[in-house]
């Protein structure tokens, strides 16, 4: 079937104790490929290892902006030395956070333009988080530029906001949520978005499918999330897979 997993966390003490068999059960799933996440310059530091381990693992390079506090000069150093890796295919997450504001928001704000000035040095695609903050999200990224390449990861927000960043050029990232019984919104943007722009993650381990509900997420669940997305695009199965696998090698140069 051949999907690729845009996102997922897999170096969180969540997988200490079942690593090689959450592996095993992703890859007899069908999915082919994942991106392994960092939230943070120590975190990103353990994605790349584990993508230095298995061949089907990429890895990024980012601060979360839950940790935006943590972006001090030395951090953004490490980042961008981490980024130079080939196994590097990404910066991020990074982006806004202003449902929980665990960083102040001119932090947040701060930070995030850095990684845009890093994302233009560097040419490596951004995954952006947001939430509760698309506006905000957009203004700044339209002070720095017309067009970017990169990825809104787990796309929470309605279709009229997903046509504008995809007029910035992003990339749409749908996970678990999409199956949720009251996300009709999001099902709708779903739907709405370009087929050579769709991709699909995880976020494991956070927001299982609806049947998983309540269980730690792993990437081998990425495939009700697909099935939803295939009816959403009156698309089979494997077709899904084959687009959303090929906006993934694009995005990503993988």
Same mark, same amino acid.
């Given at each position: 079937?051949?999907?690729?997993?845009?996102?997922?966390?897999?170096?969180?003490?969540?997988?200490?104790?079942?690593?090689?068999?959450?592996?095993?059960?992703?890859?007899?799933?069908? %999915? +082919? #490929? $994942?991106?392994?996440?960092?939230?943070?310059?120590?975190?990103?530091?353990?994605? &790349? @290892?584990?993508? *230095?381990?298995?061949?089907?693992?990429?890895?990024?390079?980012?601060?979360?902006?839950?940790?935006?506090?943590?972006?001090?000069?030395?951090?953004?150093?490490? %980042? +961008? #030395? $981490?980024?130079?890796?080939?196994?590097?295919?990404?910066?991020?997450?990074?982006? &806004? @956070?202003?449902? *929980?504001?665990?960083?102040?928001?001119?932090?947040?704000?701060?930070?995030?333009?850095?990684?845009?000035?890093?994302?233009?040095?560097?040419?490596?695609?951004? %995954?952006?988080?947001?939430?509760?903050?698309?506006?905000?999200?957009?203004?700044?990224?339209?002070?720095?530029?017309?067009?970017?390449?990169?990825?809104?990861?787990?796309?929470?927000?309605?279709?009229?906001?997903?046509?504008?960043?995809?007029?910035?050029?992003?990339?749409?990232?749908?996970?678990?949520?999409?199956?949720?019984?009251?996300?009709?919104?999001?099902?709708?943007?779903?739907?709405?978005?370009?087929?050579?722009?769709?991709?699909?993650?995880?976020?494991?381990?956070?927001?299982?499918?609806?049947?998983?509900?309540?269980?730690?997420?792993?990437?081998?669940?990425?495939?009700?999330?697909?099935?939803?997305?295939?009816?959403?695009?009156?698309?089979?199965?494997?077709?899904?897979?084959?687009?959303?696998?090929?906006?993934?090698?694009?995005?990503?140069?993988?």
């Amino acid at each position: 079937m051949g999907f690729i997993d845009t996102h997922a966390h897999l170096f969180f003490p969540d997988y200490e104790a079942d690593l090689d068999a959450v592996m095993d059960r992703f890859k007899t799933s069908g %999915i +082919e #490929a $994942l991106v392994n996440v960092g939230t943070d310059a120590h975190t990103s530091a353990l994605a &790349l @290892d584990l993508a *230095r381990r298995y061949d089907f693992i990429y890895a990024s390079a980012g601060i979360h902006p839950h940790d935006a506090g943590k972006a001090d000069p030395a951090a953004m150093r490490e %980042i +961008e #030395a $981490l980024l130079a890796d080939p196994r590097m295919v990404a910066i991020g997450e990074v982006g &806004l @956070d202003f449902f *929980r504001d665990h960083s102040p928001r001119e932090t947040q704000e701060r930070v995030f333009l850095e990684f845009l000035e890093l994302h233009q040095k560097t040419e490596k695609p951004l %995954i952006l988080h947001c939430r509760d903050a698309y506006e905000e999200m957009i203004r700044l990224l339209k002070s720095r530029a017309d067009s970017y390449r990169g990825v809104i990861h787990c796309f929470s927000s309605d279709k009229a906001v997903m046509l504008r960043l995809l007029d910035l050029g992003f990339y749409i990232s749908f996970a678990g949520p999409l199956t949720y019984k009251k996300n009709d919104v999001l099902r709708e943007a779903c739907a709405a978005c370009p087929p050579d722009r769709l991709l699909l993650e995880t976020d494991a381990p956070f927001l299982p499918p609806q049947t998983m509900r309540g269980k730690r997420n792993e990437p081998g669940f990425l495939i009700e999330t697909a099935r939803t997305a295939a009816e959403l695009h009156r698309v089979s199965l494997e077709r899904l897979g084959e687009m959303t696998s090929a906006n993934a090698r694009k995005v990503f140069s993988l």
